[in-house]
């Protein structure tokens, strides 16, 4: 691990411009924001262990993962995959006896159902509920 360390912080500082500022290597720039994104991992440590200020190696992290996000790669890290997974309507001629369902339970304890509502208006009632807000991004 320690030679991994070493080699990388060697290949990282590529040469300097003039007014004192790094230039980074982008292969070993990548690296280490990969390392960044493993779980666990404190992005100070890392960065004083590799000679980088933290706040740089964040910088470059959140960039990094704005880009996944929008598209920019093809490769998707596993840290910037969503934890959502994303919900299709029922097909109607499916089953034209079975309408579908949908139950869920509140961090509150309030439990909601919806049943006998045909695909199209149960589509609308998730695409209504999946533009709200979510209770944990609303400050207070």
Known sequence: MTEQITELKQRLVVSRKRDGRCCYDPQAKRELIEAGLQPGVSVAKLA??????????????T??????LAGDSPQRSAAARSPFIPVAPVSACRSPIMLPELAARLPNGVRLEWSALPPEQLAQVLRLLSSLPCSDSIPG
């Open 48 to 61: 004083l262990a590799h000679g980088i200020n933290a706040n740089l190696l964040r910088t470059w992290m």
């Open 63 to 68: 960039k990094h993962q704005r880009q996944l």
